[in-house]
């Protein structure tokens, strides 16, 4: 009967392999820093293991029998396999043929991850990253879970148990087509913001109300929503050629043409975006470069 490797100690596995090397207990014992003595301990509880000699004796030390000479190579690549998953090398980002799923809203998806995913074409060619739209209301637990890898977030919406690493800061606008009325004012008044309508960008999809009418009804003010999209990435389209205005991230409509972007009635501090991740990713080297790669990108933007 072949046997059991439950019942066999891994740990003599290592000394069998210089015993094939070395042909010899004395010089096994001397690598190893060992007795001699211990040497042949080992060497005997293996052949009450493994049910063979494994080595007999000649006159230029011992000869290992055609069980042992087997063993040797496959053996020898246990080993090493065995060492890679304990004593991790050099990480080196063209080689990592891994995946990472990664969520982050429209608008990081627009202003940061095109970059970002050009320079890990360049720089990691084998790694894959799933993109995934990100659910404020989920994100704790599914980088929990596993499910996420990482996500890139505003920093108030950061669960405690999570990791996170600032990346940037943007600051809301008020954009508008360059043919609207209040694109020719210096100064727009509360009165100018309410009288006309507005859009909302609604991640979850369907929402009229954000926190700008939560501060307009402090002040006992309301705003017509007319429509509400889930992408900031339809706002441009949907501004150009109407009186619709929009509060909305500076970076997606810096720039665009047809389009006005001034400051709005509300004194908004910057919002800061940051990278979150679990702390089970936090320790790997793969991980740990994609997150540096991210924040540098970041800082470019």
């Not at 690598?31 to 000649?58: E, N």
Request: charge should be neutral.
């Amino acid at each position: 009967m072949d046997p059991d490797i439950r019942s066999i100690d891994l740990n003599l596995l290592p000394v069998l392999d210089v015993l094939l090397e070395e042909r010899s207990v004395t010089r096994t014992a001397r690598r190893l820093h060992l007795t001699q003595s211990a040497v042949s301990g080992i060497l005997a509880r293996l052949r009450v293991a493994l049910d063979d000699p494994l080595f007999v004796r000649s006159q230029h030390g011992i000869l290992p029998t055609p069980r042992a000479e087997a063993m040797s190579a496959p053996l020898k690549a246990w080993l090493t396999e065995t060492q890679s998953l304990v004593v991790a090398g050099p990480f080196e980002p063209s080689t990592w043929e891994g995946s990472v799923a990664l969520a982050a809203t429209d608008y990081t998806q627009h202003v940061l991850l095109e970059t970002l995913l050009t320079r890990l074409r360049d720089e990691a060619p084998k790694l894959r990253i799933a993109v995934h739209p990100l659910a404020f209301d989920q994100v704790g637990e599914l980088l929990s879970r596993g499910s996420l890898d990482l996500a890139i977030s505003a920093v108030g919406y950061v669960p405690a148990e999570l990791e996170s690493l600032p990346l940037m800061q943007e600051r809301y606008v008020l954009a508008m087509c360059a043919s609207h009325p209040l694109a020719r004012k210096r100064r727009i008044s509360l009165d100018d913001f309410c009288r006309y309508d507005h859009v909302v960008v609604s991640p979850s999809g369907g929402g009229f109300t954000g926190p700008i009418d939560e501060a307009l009804a402090k002040r006992g003010r309301r705003r017509e929503v007319r429509v509400s999209v889930p992408s900031f990435s339809l706002v441009g389209d949907l501004l150009t050629g109407s009186e619709l205005l929009c509060t909305t991230p500076e970076r997606m409509v810096r720039g665009r043409p047809g389009l006005h972007v001034g400051a709005g009635p509300f004194d908004r501090s910057p919002i800061e975006m940051v990278a979150v991740w679990h702390p089970r990713v936090s320790g790997d080297a793969g991980h740990h470069w994609l997150r540096g790669v991210l924040a540098e990108t970041a800082r470019g933007i």
